[in-house]
C-alpha cells in the first residue's frame, strides 16, 4: 500500500517543498493522535485545498486525507514495522529457552514474586474512593448536559448615531416616512450577518430582501420590528410574525380590532352615548361626538366590516369562517388572520417574511394583486420569483454582509446583477494588468542604478493603488437525488375509484381515478383544505380508502417530504447525529457527505439543528429523506423556507431524477419548470387541466372578477 509521502507526491505533484515539509511534518509528529480522516482533514484539508488552486473539490481533499489517514494506521511508532509471523509464538518456550541460555536475564513476565506480598489496605480503600468520586462526577455532568434545555444564541444590532438625527427626532419635526439607517451592523451569537451597511427605504416603494439562505434576512426584520435599528417614531411598524392568539372572538371581529384608532374612537362614542342616555351628561359630550364622527367619517369606519371581509375572503375564509372564533382555526389558518390583520391595519411600514408559505396559489394570486396598490411601504422577504416580480418595486439583495439596492422588480435585478458583475469583472482585469505593467518595470530596472528614481516612484504608485479584490461570485447551488436503483415495469402507483371520508356525513372523495408511473412529473394544486395532503397520503398508502382499490408495485420505495417535516427534526442535536440516529451503522464521513450534497458543510453539520435557518432545515429535512433512495419522492410544499438558487436547483435535481414525481406546491417557479401535468384538487375530484398553470391562472382570475375581490 502507498504510504501517505506517496498519495502526497502523485495526488498534488507540483506541491512547494516548504509547505510539502510541512504536511509530512504534521502527519509525521501527530500521526497517533488522529483517530480518523475527518480529524487529519481538519489538520491539513485547508492547506491541500490551496495546493490545489481549486482543481480539487472539498470532496476530493477529504478522500485524500482518509487514505493519508488508513497509511498513518499501518504504521507502529519508532522504526518498528509489523511482521507476520509464519507459525505461533509460544512465550513458555521461549521463557525455558532464555533461562537456559541467560540466567542472568530474566523478563518481567518470567520473574516469581515473593509470595508474602502484601496491599495496603487504606490505600487501596483511599484509591477506590478516589475512584468512584471521580465516576460520580461525570455521571452528574452528563445528566446536567442532557437535561438543560438548549440555549439560542440572541441577535443584536448596533449603529452609527448623529446627534442632529437624534434631536430632530426627539423634537418630533421629522415628519418624513423615508427610513435611511446608515453603517449598522448586525449579529447572530458569534457570527457578524452585516456590517456597516446601510438601508434606504422610500415611503410608498414596495421592496423584496432576498439573499441565500442562513444569511440574516428574518434577523433584520426583527431587528427593525423591535425598533434595536434606529426608525422614527412617528412610523408605525407592523410585523407578520406570530399567529394570531386563539379566543372567542370571530375572525372578521379580530381583523377589525387591528384597526386601533376605530376601535378607540367607537369605544369612546359608546362611553358618551351611555352617559347621555343615563343623563350623567355634563354638556361637552355632543361637542366631543360631532369631533369623533368626523374622524370617523374620514378614516370610512362606516367601510371598515366590508373591507375586513374582502381581504378574508381574497385569504381565503369563506362567509362562514369569517363568523367563527379563532379558537376552532388551526395554525396555518391563524397566520393567515394575522396577515388580514395587518393588510387591514395599514401601518406606515409593513415587515412581511415568507407571506406566500402558508398561503394556496389562489389566495397568492389575489395577494399578488392586492399589495400592487399600497399605499405605503413594504419590505417583504419572499423566495417567490413570481410574486416578487408581480408586488416589488425594488429590490435588496443581501450578501458578503451588506445589502445592495436595485430598482425594478427581480428579472430586472438578475440582468442588472449579471450587468454589474460583468463590469467589476472587467475592472479587475484592467486594475490586475496594470499592476503588473508596474512591477514588470520595477523587476527589470530595480538593480540599475540610473534608473532607481523611477522605481522609487514606481513602488510607490503601488502602494497607493487600491486593494484589488477579486470580483465575489456565490457559489451555485446543487442537489442530487440519489438514483442507482432498477427500472420498474407499470403499472407503478394507482389509485382506481377510490372513496374516502374521515367521517361518513362529509365525503371528501369519491370515484377517484389517478396513476403515476417512473416518468411522472406531476403537480396537485387546490384551495387550502380541499384535500391536497389526503390524497398524498392515499398515493402513499398512510390512509386507506373505504372504497376502491390503490395498487402499488412490490418494489416501489416512496420517499416522503411533508410540509410539517422541517417542524418535526430533533432540534437538540446537530445534522450529522440526526442521520446517524435515523440511520444507524455508517461512518461519519458517509453522514456528512449526504449533509454535503444538500449545502450543509463544514461548522454547519455541527451545529444544534435549533440554529439553523428555515432553509437550512429544509435541506438537513431533504438529506435525511434521500438517505434510503428512494425510486418515487412525493413532495408536500417542498419550496417553504428554500432561497432562489435552491428552489432552481431543486427543479433541475428532479427532472434529472430517473424516478417519479408528485408534488404539492404553491411555487409558480417550480410548477413551471417541473411539472408535466397539473391536477386541480376541488369539490371532491380531482381533475387534470390541459392548459397547464396558465389555464388554472386565466381560471383564478375570472373568480376573482366575478366574486368582486380584486
Known sequence: MATYVEILKSEFPEIDSELFDYITGVLDSGGADFEDGEEVYEAIGGVLQEVSADSKNEDDIRDICLQMFNTLQLRVPGSQRQVLLDAPVQLSQISADTTSAAKDVQGIWMMKRPQNTTVDAKKLEKAEAKLKAKHERRNEKDSQKASSPLVLEEAS??????????????????????????????????????????????S?????????????????????????????????????????????????????????????????????????????????????????????????????????????????????????????????????????????????????????????????????????????????????????????????????????????????????????LKNQHREYEAQLQYRQHIQVFIDRFRYNANRAAQVQSKLKLLERLPELKPVEKETEVTLRFPDNF????????????????????????????????????????GENGAGKTTVLKLLMGELTPVGGVRQAHRNLKIGYFSQHHVDQLDLNVCSVELLLNKFPGRTEEEYRHQLGGYGITGELATRPVASLSGGQKSRVAFAQMTMPCPNFYILDEPTNHLDMETIEALAKALNKFRGGVVLVSHDERLIRLVCKELWVCEGGKVQRIDGGFDEYRDILQEQFRKEGYL
Open 157 to 202: 444590532a448596533s449603529q452609527a448615531s448623529s446627534k442632529k438625527e437624534n434631536r430632530v427626532d426627539q423634537s418630533g419635526k421629522n415628519r418624513s416616512y423615508d427610513i435611511r439607517i446608515e453603517n449598522f451592523d448586525v449579529s447572530f451569537g458569534d457570527r457578524c450577518l452585516l456590517q456597516g451597511a446601510e438601508l434606504s427605504l422610500a
Open 204 to 420: 410608498g416603494r414596495r421592496y423584496g430582501l432576498i439573499g441565500r439562505n442562513g444569511l440574516g434576512k428574518t434577523t433584520l426584520l426583527k431587528m427593525l420590528a423591535s425598533r434595536n435599528l434606529r426608525v422614527p417614531a412617528h412610523i408605525s411598524i407592523l410585523h407578520v410574525e406570530q399567529e394570531v392568539a386563539g379566543d372567542e372572538t370571530s375572525a372578521l371581529q379580530s381583523v377589525l380590532e387591528s384597526d386601533t384608532l376605530r376601535e378607540e374612537l367607537l369605544d369612546e362614542e359608546r362611553q358618551l352615548n351611555t352617559r347621555i342616555a343615563n343623563g350623567t351628561a355634563d354638556g361637552m359630550e355632543s361637542v366631543r361626538l360631532s369631533e369623533i364622527y368626523g374622524k370617523l367619517e374620514e378614516i370610512e369606519a362606516d367601510k371598515a366590516p366590508a373591507r375586513a371581509s374582502v381581504i378574508l375572503a381574497g385569504l381565503g375564509f369563506s362567509p362562514r369562517m369569517q363568523q367563527q372564533a379563532t379558537k376552532e382555526f388551526s395554525g396555518g389558518w391563524r397566520m393567515r388572520l394575522a396577515l388580514a390583520r395587518a393588510l387591514f391595519a395599514r401601518p406606515d411600514l409593513l415587515l412581511l417574511d415568507e407571506p406566500t408559505n402558508m398561503l394556496d396559489v389562489r389566495a397568492i394570486l389575489w395577494l399578488e394583486n392586492y399589495l400592487q396598490t399600497w399605499q405605503s411601504t413594504i419590505l417583504v422577504v419572499s423566495h417567490d420569483r413570481n410574486f416578487l416580480n408581480a408586488v416589488v418595486t425594488d429590490i435588496i439583495h443581501l450578501h458578503s454582509q451588506r445589502l445592495d439596492s436595485y430598482r425594478g422588480d427581480y428579472e430586472n435585478f438578475i440582468k442588472t446583477k449579471e450587468d454589474r
Open 486 to 525: 432498477e427500472k420498474l415495469s407499470p403499472p407503478i402507483l394507482q389509485l382506481d375509484e377510490v372513496e374516502f371520508f374521515y367521517s361518513p356525513d362529509q365525503r371528501l372523495f369519491s370515484g377517484l381515478n389517478l396513476s403515476a408511473d417512473l416518468e411522472s412529473r406531476i403537480c396537485i394544486v
